[in-house]
């Protein structure tokens, strides 16, 4: 039997080894054992801390440590060799004595007999051959009507050619327990239709199976409308898959509205929106489409969700800094600057960062590290920060592949002042090394297996950029899609949009592998992906949860209607002045800045703070809050700035009523401004008794507007 594998020659022995047994290897067999009772994650002893002053690393990542913790510590008493059964490694793990973590395993488990037998053969430490691979069978399986559950097998390959089935010393979990959970022993069972996929792990290996059940219902037949393109087809194939149906295609109302705020941030004007209304062309949603894409409005409302992402701020890059790289960032949305060039002169900027404003990429991630974490969250997808301190718990990145990234950065470093109103020069200084802290040797560079050829004068952040945009680089394309995917639909492919693993799939990997390719064939420009995605019938779908099949699996993931989320700070504060034809005004910026357009994050502007404008501290997109507050609907019935725009003289009520235009009219105006679409019959009502009321024509009419603005369908995007 090959070094290192005992485990499975003793694991249901009669009682401990002797000495003609095969040996029990301490870091493949122990730690694996330990890892399976839980003992060394994160929540017991493998926190930093530990727990009771035991501690491990978390999940065998420090094999070396473990074992002093186990052999020497404490004298030596953790483990008896002259009987193992009486070790308290083994009598606090089966709770023979008071544990905190109760029993975590029997004494005829094969977790405890591994560790006995370890210890019945005098505790020695190895070197086994490294594991190279893990294999779970089936990997992606739709299972059969008739058979709900099943039972996973798991197969580990080692360095020396060896194979050896390891379910028994597997660790499994289920990335969705309410549609079905996994056991200890990796046996399956779906409570109701839908997908799950099951994380497993044996020592540093990680892999998962996709799995996916449905329960038949005779009843059901897909309902849904034609699709429009490749989207469609996709999604809606999902959606039947799984006994799902989507909502009709909403109105023109509901679309002119959306598509003006998902592309520009703005509401259109009440000339624009009649315009479209009105309009009877077949084409005329692809026409508007095309329209917006152009608009400058465009390119700042893009702009302003690169730079919340890339954190430009006063703070970080200083106040001409902030206002240079906004520039850059609205240039490169209006050229529709290909992505793959964009992360390029991010990641490789040097030079004056007032002149040369990519280089500010490095204002903001000022360590190695720090820009390691950043280029990997926002152009891979991928959150590295756990491999810092230890191989990432759910996912096959290591240590390694941590400050291999890093290493890329290590000679970045400034000249010039950090605050203030001076810029900094990035430049490269040669022979800067990060050391890797397992190892304590200068780290090479090294991206996710992918090891850099670089001299010592390369800039090896050229060498980064190009693996990077390669077009066979399976994570640049999918990340920047399922980005622009999340801002358009609501929700990513892949959820949370910056969280690509395993144990976390997209919802539909046919669709963001065709929408990715899609993307690298049209040159990585997001322009001609937005219009793919803006045409698709799912984009233009109604709100309306739709009726679905008792039988049906969970539609949150499949995108069967519209998500209706709130409204950011700057589109409700840019839809106030659009609605009412009075600009809002901004201390030290032009007369007519939008909202969309400020350059700043953590602006002093009361609205805009009210409503949880971020200041740009953190890479992710999760630093918006889309949940309603008291002090946002103060501001909005009470706010002193609000009440002057619907009142001015200036603004769109009074001069449609100075132009001599009827009740009607006007009222149809502030409908289309201020909701862009008319009133129905009922308010139309409703609205003729309130001014019939009104002591005041004008202040009726002003009061009608106030209160359209504090209406959901205002707030809301739907």
């Not at 065709?514 to 109604?542: E, H, W």
Request: aromatic residues 8%.
């Amino acid at each position: 039997m090959p070094r290192g594998i005992a485990l499975f020659a003793v694991m249901f022995a009669p009682s401990f080894a002797s000495a003609a047994e095969p040996q029990v290897s301490f870091r493949t067999d122990v730690i694996a054992a330990l890892s399976r009772a839980g003992c060394n994650s994160g929540a017991c002893h493998g926190s930093p801390q530990g727990k009771n002053g035991f501690r491990m690393s978390l999940r065998g990542g420090d094999p070396n440590l473990d074992y002093a913790t186990f052999v020497r510590d404490l004298g030596g008493r953790r483990v008896n060799r002259n009987s193992p059964d009486d070790s308290l490694l083994l009598m606090k793990g089966s709770g023979r004595v008071s544990h905190l973590g109760g029993s975590l395993m029997g004494r005829g488990d094969a977790v405890y007999r591994t560790i006995a037998n370890w210890i019945a053969q005098g505790c020695h430490d190895d070197q086994p051959p490294a594991l190279v691979k893990l294999e779970v069978t089936p990997g992606s399986k739709r299972l059969p009507v008739d058979q709900p559950s099943l039972q996973l097998s798991v197969k580990a390959y080692f360095e020396d050619g060896s194979q050896f089935d390891v379910t028994d010393m597997t660790v499994f979990t289920s990335n969705d327990s309410t549609v079905a959970p996994v056991t200890k022993t990796g046996h399956v069972a779906f409570k109701r239709t839908g997908e799950v996929a099951i994380l497993a792990r044996y020592l540093d290996g990680i892999t998962s199976a996709r799995l996916t059940w449905v329960k038949p219902d005779p009843a059901y037949s897909f309902r849904g409308p034609a699709p429009a393109n490749y989207v469609d087809e996709l999604l809606f194939a999902k959606q039947k898959e799984l006994l799902l149906s989507p909502a009709a295609v909403c109105s023109d109302e509901v679309f002119l509205r959306r598509v003006y705020l998902d592309v520009t941030g703005t509401l259109p004007t009440p000339e624009a929106a009649r315009e479209f209304l009105d309009s009877k062309a077949a084409d005329k949603r692809a026409k508007l489409i095309d329209t917006l894409l152009e608009r400058e409005e465009y390119s700042m409302f893009w702009a302003l969700k690169w730079a919340d992402v890339l954190r430009g701020s006063p703070v970080t890059i200083s106040e001409r800094g902030v206002h240079s790289f906004h520039r850059y960032l609205v240039r490169s949305m209006a050229d529709d600057k290909p992505m793959t060039q964009f992360a390029r002169e991010l990641l490789t900027g040097t030079g004056n960062t007032l002149n040369k404003p990519a280089a500010n990429f490095y204002r903001v991630t000022r360590t190695p590290e720090d820009a390691a974490e950043a280029a990997a969250q926002l152009f891979l997808g991928v959150r590295v920060q756990c491999a810092k301190c230890h191989n990432h718990p759910f996912e096959n990145i290591t240590q390694t592949d941590y400050y291999g990234l890093a290493a890329y950065f290590a000679r970045v470093q400034f000249k010039g002042t950090q605050f203030g109103l001076d810029d900094e020069i990035v430049y490269l200084q040669p022979g800067r090394e990060v050391n890797n802290p397992l190892t304590r040797r200068p780290q090479p560079p090294v991206a996710f297996g992918s090891v850099a050829v670089v001299g010592p004068d390369d800039d090896r952040r050229e060498k980064l950029a190009d693996w990077l945009t390669e077009p066979g680089n399976k994570f640049f394309a999918p990340s920047i899609v399922n980005r622009v995917w999340f801002h358009l639909l609501g929700k990513g492919i892949v959820d949370p949009v910056d969280d690509f693993r395993d144990t976390n799939p997209p919802s539909s990997p046919e669709l963001l592998d065709a929408l990715a390719k899609d993307f690298v064939k049209n040159g990585y420009r997001l322009k001609p992906l937005m219009r793919t995605i803006l045409n698709s019938r799912t984009y233009q779908l109604a709100s309306e949860q739709p009726m679905q099949s008792p039988n049906a699996a969970s539609a949150d993931r499949y995108f069967v209607a519209a998500q209706v989320r709130m409204l950011t700070a700057e589109q409700i504060l840019d839809a106030v002045s659009s609605a009412t034809g009075v600009a809002e005004k901004f201390k030290g910026f032009p007369a007519g800045t939008r909202a969309i357009g400020l350059p700043e994050g953590g602006i002093n502007h009361p609205f805009l703070m009210a409503f949880s404008k971020p200041v740009r501290d953190v890479i992710c997109e999760c630093a918006r809050e889309d949940d309603p507050a008291l002090p946002q609907v103060l501001h909005l019935l009470n706010n002193a700035g609000v009440l002057a725009k619907v009142k001015s003289a200036d603004g769109r009520v009074a001069q449609w009523l100075k132009a001599g235009k009827d009740d009607a009219a006007v009222v149809e105006q502030i409908y289309l401004a201020t909701m862009s679409r008319r009133p129905t019959a009922h308010e139309k009502e409703l609205v003729a008794k309130h001014l019939a009321d009104a002591k005041d024509r004008t202040a009726g009419l002003q009061d009608l507007q106030h209160a359209l603005m504090n209406l959901n369908e205002f707030l809301l995007r739907h």
